[in-house]
Every structure is written in C-alpha cells, then in structure tokens.
C-alpha cells in the first residue's frame, strides 16, 4: 500500500472507528480526534509490531495450524495479533477507552476488521 492511499484510508477507519463506537461493545471515543489518533496509531503500531508478534506466535500456530495447513487457526492468530494491537492503542491514545477491557479490545478488533474491510472495499474497490 502506498503512502497516499494510506492517507485516504486515515479518516475513513476513523470513522470506522466512531462506528464501532456506537456499538454495544465497551469502545469509547471523547470524537473524532481521538478516532483518528487511534486509527493512526492502530496503523503505526501494525507496521512496527506485526512481524515481531508474529514471531513470538510463530511456534504456537505451526503446531495447532499443522504449518498454516488449518486455516481457521491462521486467522485465529491473526485476530489475536489485532486485538492486541487494538488494545496498546488504546493505552497510548487519550480519549480512546476500552470499558470492559481485554473482551472489548477483542470484540472491538473483531468489528473493526471486518468493517474496514467492508468499507474500504466499497470505497477503493478491491484492495
């Protein structure tokens, strides 16, 4: 993904972002502010932690994924990448709470994958 197209999508997660906010789900925002901090710090702290959290859950999921050949435990591991890195965002940002803690992080990481996905796909056509 290019620079510029990382720059489109900044304000659009945020919304996703205030979306997953008017969830039942435990995610607060104080506005869009903090949406778009946290949308940028989820960013940023993906490109710096993925491959090290990958690492560390790298022995893991070759064991209960057969090598990746189980799919749904890829993809287990993938969203609990995620939901940690949903969390330290939320850590680091001010304005940007998890009311029920870890169940929100990993709900709110659910929700928020799923609707960007969903949205920037609509937006940006096939990414």
Request: charged letters at 5%; aromatic letters at 12%; a neutral charge.
């Amino acid at each position: 993904m290019t620079g510029f197209n990382w720059l489109l999508q900044w304000p659009i997660r945020a919304l996703v972002l205030l979306l997953i906010a008017s969830l039942p789900l435990g995610v607060e925002f104080e506005g869009f502010g903090a949406a778009l901090l946290s949308a940028g710090a989820i960013g940023l702290l993906g490109s710096l932690l993925t491959l090290p959290l990958k690492a560390l859950f790298l022995l893991p999921w070759a064991v209960t994924s057969l090598g990746g050949l189980i799919q749904p435990i890829s993809l287990l591991f993938n969203w609990l990448i995620t939901a940690i890195l949903f969390g330290l965002a939320a850590g680091f940002v001010d304005g940007f709470r998890l009311k029920n803690g870890v169940f929100s992080a990993i709900l709110g990481s659910l929700a928020y994958s799923i609707i960007s996905m969903v949205v920037l796909s609509l937006v940006f056509g096939a990414i």
